[in-house]
Structure formats: C-alpha cells, structure tokens
C-alpha cells in the first residue's frame, strides 16, 4: 500500500532552535517529493524534490531527498514564530504522476 | 481505508466541454476543499465549503462551480473548460475550519486541449 509517514506528529520548539521534520515513503513509481508550509487558507509551496543529495534552500529553509532510504527532511534554522504551521509532505507517482500521496504533516509550534 | 476519495484521477477535456470532479469523505467532516496545483505556484484554493448545503469562493473561483447537497461529498465543475484550467486538483477535509489536520485526495490531473 502506497503512504507517506511524516514525523514527529507534532513539535514545539523555542525561537532560534532548529528543526528536522521527516517524510518517509513508499510508493510505486516515484517521480518527485513536495513540501508545503499549510497556513491560512491554502498550503505554500516550499520545494520539490526530485534527485537524491540535491539540497534545495530558500532562506532559512532546506531540504533533502534520499531516493535509496525513502525518504526527505525538511530543516529550518533560527526558527521564528512565524514559523509556526503545519508541514505538509507529499509524494507524486504512478506511471503518469497521476497520484499524489500526502503526508498528515508535522504542527511546528514556535514560542517566544 | 477511511479517507478522501477523488474521481475521476485523470481526465483530458476538449475546449469548452464540461465536466464534474467528484470529491468523498468517510471521516464526517464539516469542511471540504478544492484546490488546484500549477508548477511553481502550489495550491490555491477554488472552492471550499463550511458544511452541508454550503459552499464559498476561495482564491481562484472563476470559471467553476462547485456544491456540497449531501455532507460527505464535495462537486467540483467545469462549465465550460479552457486550456488554462489545465492543472492538478486537489480535494480536502477536515474537521477544523482550514484544518490543524488536512486529509488531501490523491488528485485529478486535468489537460484540456
């Protein structure tokens, strides 16, 4: 059965830490792993990853695919508290990439 | 499996022909949304909708219509289909208005020609 298992459920962190979020998966056909900051009314756009040991940054983001273990972390350095969200993970496969598989995400809760 | 359940997953229209996408949940959730994802732009909300019987506009609505006449089903339709609605679509739930917890369908990929 195709899934994606982001970890920790949840985490709450003071400003100025680091985090690591994780997104483990298994699916048929992969063909790329996106990563979505879920706030308001629509989820952002953070990256997408398609190659392993490629790391994408913006800013105080990055992340990183490892296509051989199955899995991507998410890292964000010197927190802020606007920071805080759900961190959504999700996975394209399938033959044509008609399937998308999402993660239940990670609540980042960012403290003063 | 409980969960969102999307139909059709892909679909390739013609100019000006219409369509409906089918959006279900077994999760009794209140709240039901309809997003479509274009390359470089992520998600942006269509539609969404409060509950039974009710729907509202979202960022991008032009040029679709949706309805929610029983709870655990969410319609999106296309009256009139345009090459600029080619894109994914994405159905969710959830049990709080703009989630804490999202549940996302695995999309409908849509070309129109």
């Known amino acids: 059965e195709d899934k994606v298992v982001q970890s920790p459920l949840s985490l709450v962190v003071h400003e100025g830490d680091t985090v690591t979020l994780n997104c483990s998966y298994e699916?048929?056909?992969?063909?790329?792993l996106l990563w979505y900051k879920q706030e308001k009314k629509a989820p952002t756009f953070l990256f997408m990853l398609?190659?392993?040991?490629i790391e994408k940054k913006s800013g105080r983001l990055s992340s990183i695919l490892d296509k051989k273990e199955l899995f991507s972390i998410l890292n964000i350095t010197a927190t802020q508290t606007g920071d805080s969200a759900i961190y959504l993970c999700a996975v394209e496969a399938g033959d044509t990439g008609n399937q998308f598989y999402f993660g239940t995400g990670t609540s980042l809760t960012v403290i003063p | 499996n409980a969960g969102v359940t999307q139909t059709p997953k892909f679909r390739v229209l013609k100019t000006g022909q219409s369509m409906t996408l089918l959006c279900a949940q077994d999760?009794?959730?209140?709240?039901m949304y309809w997003y479509r994802q274009d390359p470089g732009m992520g998600l942006r909300l269509i539609h969404y909708?409060?509950?039974?019987?009710?729907?509202a506009k979202g960022e991008v609505p032009d040029g679709y219509n949706v309805s929610r006449l029983k709870k655990q089903n969410f319609l999106l339709g296309l009256e009139s289909a345009a090459p600029s609605q080619t894109s994914v679509y994405f159905c969710?739930?959830?049990?709080?208005?703009?989630?804490?917890?999202?549940?996302f369908g695995q999309g409908t990929r849509l070309t129109v020609v």
């Open positions: 969710a739930s959830s049990k709080i208005l703009w989630n804490t917890e999202a549940f």
């Open positions: 909708s409060v509950g039974e019987g009710t729907t």
């Open positions: 999760m009794n959730h209140e709240y």
């Open positions: 398609t190659s392993s040991g």
């Open positions: 699916v048929t056909n992969f063909r790329s």
